[in-house]
């Protein structure tokens, strides 16, 4: 009777795992999707293929990505002037952003990298985020008078900026970006 119930939450766990955007969810769901396979190994006589599951599955795939996650030394940041919504003049929006981005890079001891670019036109959002190594990109609307800034929704240090962002009313996220969820 365990059985089913162990197997029926093995199911849930492949459609979360397939369904989630965010990685450290992924790999929550493959910890959790792990330790209930070793129970089921356990609970069918197979001690060996249950220790095997639980060291693999629950230890060294988390420390892995951990690792992996913990390699990322530079926060590489590219702001847009100029392009297509106006020149960013406002010194205090300025000074908020630099303030806000050396608060967030010194909360992951990071190295701040902040790129200006000067164009009367802007590449591809997603080509920039995806294949660049670019973490956010930064445009001023003029009409509106504030930053928007757009990232991969892939990199976990986002939720941080997002609850930094909660305090400075002129810099906005840009929740979507050509059909593409970016945060």
Partial sequence: MYVYFLLAILIILMVCMIRVENNL??????????????????IYNAPDLSLAEVSIGCGL???????????????VVVVFRGVGRGELND????????????????YYKLKLKIYHYKANYRPSRRKALREGH?????????????????????????????YLLMSYESIQLKEEVNDEKIF
Avoid: C, H, W
């Fill in 61 to 75: 795939v988390p420390l892995i990505y951990i690792i992996a996650v913990s390699k990322q030394k530079t926060f």
């Fill in 134 to 162: 670019i973490d956010l990109l930064v445009t001023y609307n003029g009409k509106q008078n504030f930053l928007e800034i757009e990232g991969n929704s892939q990199n976990l240090m986002i939720n941080r900026l997002k």
């Fill in 25 to 42: 969810y992924l790999i929550m769901y493959s910890f959790f999707f792990s330790l209930i396979t070793a129970s089921i190994y356990f």
């Fill in 91 to 106: 010194d205090k929006i300025e000074k908020q952003f630099e303030d806000l981005m050396n608060e967030f890079s010194e």
